[in-house]
């Protein structure tokens, strides 16, 4: 599927989103006093969004402390190689590990950058191991280790 666009979101379409975004068990009855539309026609635009992958999840936002992973690192992997093959293996790595919170392909001088949240270095180190030292094909890796999070960004901007 190709990506959405940004043309076909109308102004009740961006209005739907910015609800969502806040509160997505916000009734469909309430979005649509909101922006003007009847329940029905929220739902159809909802589904309609759904569908064409411009919601992608609906799901609920956990404090990682909360599930005891109070650690968010971010690591920057350098490939070896970086053949089509060798970057898919990569990428499957990293979707497999569930430590692994967010994983970027990116341009520039590292390949990846990884969002990881663990439960103490201890258990990040054994990651390290198994997932970093142990691929032949990760050159080196940088690890920076939050002290604080400011802002996750857990919403685009709708308008």
Avoid: W
């Amino acid at each position: 599927m190709s990506e959405p666009s940004a043309s076909t979101l109308d102004a009740f379409d961006r209005a739907i989103l910015a609800i969502l975004q806040e509160d997505n068990t916000t009734p469909q009855r309430v979005i649509g006093e909101k922006v003007n539309l009847s329940a029905p026609a929220v739902q159809r635009r909802i589904r309609r969004m759904e569908k064409d992958g411009v919601i992608t999840a609906n799901v609920a936002v956990v404090e990682p402390a909360a599930l005891g992973h109070p650690i968010t690192i971010f690591v920057e992997i350098e490939l070896v190689s970086e053949t089509a093959k060798d970057i898919d293996a990569a990428k499957r790595a990293f979707l497999a590990a569930p430590e692994v919170q967010q994983c970027y392909y990116v341009t520039g001088e590292v390949d990846f950058m990884l969002v990881v949240l663990v439960p103490s270095m201890a258990a990040y180190e054994a990651l390290t191991r198994r997932l970093f030292f142990a691929d032949a094909n990760i050159r080196k890796f940088r690890t920076f280790v939050a002290m604080d999070r400011v802002k996750t960004g857990l919403t685009v901007p709708a308008g």
